[in-house]
């Protein structure tokens, strides 16, 4: 299989495809575009975005061809030995996992726009790219030549993004003899002292935990974009990051972003990438690949994306605290915690995994996983006598898994846990994985192992901490964005998507809080604009238990105990 990449007006942002296949030997030939892209947990359907597409043989005469379904094709072959499809890519929007075309750059992510044949997915594809001459190409792929490149079969293929630009920015170091590679894209001043040393020390700590790397080269690709965005995809030999704004990129808050997903995505190249969930071996790009380990793949991810960092030095102790807390805080405000565990949640990313849905009903295999997977480190730890931990039952499962092209089920991640802590853990998987049980308990005592515990504080917003509503940020007249269920909002009747008009006769805009505040402890009134009419909300506050703030906190009197396990854990003194 052959594909060559062109385009004469990239302002229009059609990306000129064609895909050449050769020794075809059937009167029929089936070709398929994905459905979905790995990494993404929902279906993307990517012919919507063909505008043009025609079949030839190698002579250039016409074939018939006809669409069987929304992303597969039939063409009439018979007597044809070669087979070009023709056909062009709109790719008009940047993010970690689309294609991109401007005067600037080629951007593609080929499971995006790539065809395949079906029973010949594991042969070899060449991708040519016809290119302005100062053009350079960052991908994991191989190159045979000038912006000629090859990868073993269409599964690598799927999984190897490119960036071709002549703005592109370049470093690279090498980490344990394997070479990692630094490249942006878009409007920056990368700060390559600091990035380089940061990446160097995170890449050495996942290396000693993994132990060896699935790849003997990789890619960082970031793609920086003048507006406020975060988006990071995991490839074997590369990530896509996508980041903004351009000016924040070394400011402290941003930069620690950058490291935050730059660290998640790397772990990915074991977790996911190479230890995969048994319902992936190998992936199906026509349809949704069902699983119940999204708690694992993504949340074991969340986890150690930010503890690498940590307990490499990169972070320091109030930079991971931070980040731990945003999902303790996500977690214990959704009151769907109560509804659906982490294990449905991750079946049903499929159905509504990337947009709010409806209220209360799902949660989060990141926020809720990466608890679950520090919940497990610290049980492990616990029983152990810090002899073990939750690396080792990953590098269980990269050796006795990936490194044997084996898929890994549910039994066997829960089996590998209790192998390696020695005791049973099957009610602490009922109970939190495949069941709805307040996390708080069991959050408190694995806290206090490490000598920490967590600390509940009123939100500083007056209307979530006594009402139970939050509120759309930055929108003006305020828009409640979530109620909670049973609160003292949603005992009044406030509804999300409400417009909140005035409250005790004043009108609001940007200053809810500050009125809020103003009339403090009494009756409020708010007249809100819900559906096309008007009404009358009337809220009698509560003391404050709508909302809780969690944080993690250090106990002031740890014992000797205390001190050796949070010591063996962050690999820093108490």
Known sequence: MKYIFSYQNPHRHFIDIEC??????????????????????ELGN??????????????GKKLKAKKLSKDSWEIDTKGVDEVHVRYNYYASEINAGSSYLD?????????????????RIAEACEIEMQLPRDYMVATGMKSTGKNIFVAKDFHELADSPFIASNTLKHHELVVSTIKFHLWFQGECTPDWTKLLNDFYIFIKEQLLAMKTFPV??????????????YHGVEHLTSTIITL???????????????????????????NIKSIRPIEMMPYDYTKENYSRLG????????????????????????????????????????????????????FDTWLDGYVPGIPARKTSIYDEGCLIAFMTDMQIRRKTKNKKSLDDVMLALYTGFAQKEKGYSEDDYMSTVERITGYSLTEFFMNYVYGTSDYEPMLQEQLAYIG??????????????????????GIVPPKVAMVYPDSVADRAGLAINDEIMSINGHQVKAD?????????????????????????????????????????AKIKSPTTEQKQAYEFWAKRKF
């Open 20 to 41: 050449v296949i050769p020794a075809v030997k059937s009167a029929k030939l089936l070709v398929q575009l994905p459905s979905w892209r790995p990494g993404r947990y």
């Open 46 to 59: 990517f012919a919507k975005n063909i505008q043009k597409w025609e079949a030839f043989d190698e002579s």
């Open 103 to 119: 005067e600037k750059q080629l951007y593609v992510n080929p499971v995006n726009c790539c065809l395949y044949v079906p029973e």
């Open 216 to 229: 003997n080269e990789y890619h960082f690709l970031f793609q920086i974009l003048p507006t406020r965005f």
């Open 244 to 270: 903004g704004p351009t000016y924040n990129l070394m400011e402290s808050s941003l930069y620690n972003e950058l490291l935050g997903v730059s660290c998640h995505e790397l772990y990915h190249a074991w």
């Open 295 to 346: 708690y694992v793949c993504e949340g074991v991810t969340t986890y150690y994306g930010d503890y690498f960092l940590f307990r490499s030095g990169v972070f320091n102790e109030q930079e991971y605290f931070k980040t731990f807390n945003e999902r303790m805080q996500k977690h214990f405000h959704n009151p769907a915690r109560f509804t659906m565990p982490v294990a449905d949640a991750s």
């Open 452 to 473: 920490c515990e967590l600390v509940k504080t009123k939100s500083k917003k007056y209307h979530e901490a006594h009402f139970g509503f939050k509120l759309h940020e």
């Open 512 to 552: 809810m809080n500050e009125w809020e505040k103003y009339f403090a402890g009494g009756q409020t009134e708010l007249l809100v604009f819900s559906n096309g009419s008007i009404r009358n909300i009337k809220l009698i506050p509560s003391n404050g238990e709508h909302y809780i703030n969690y944080s993690i």
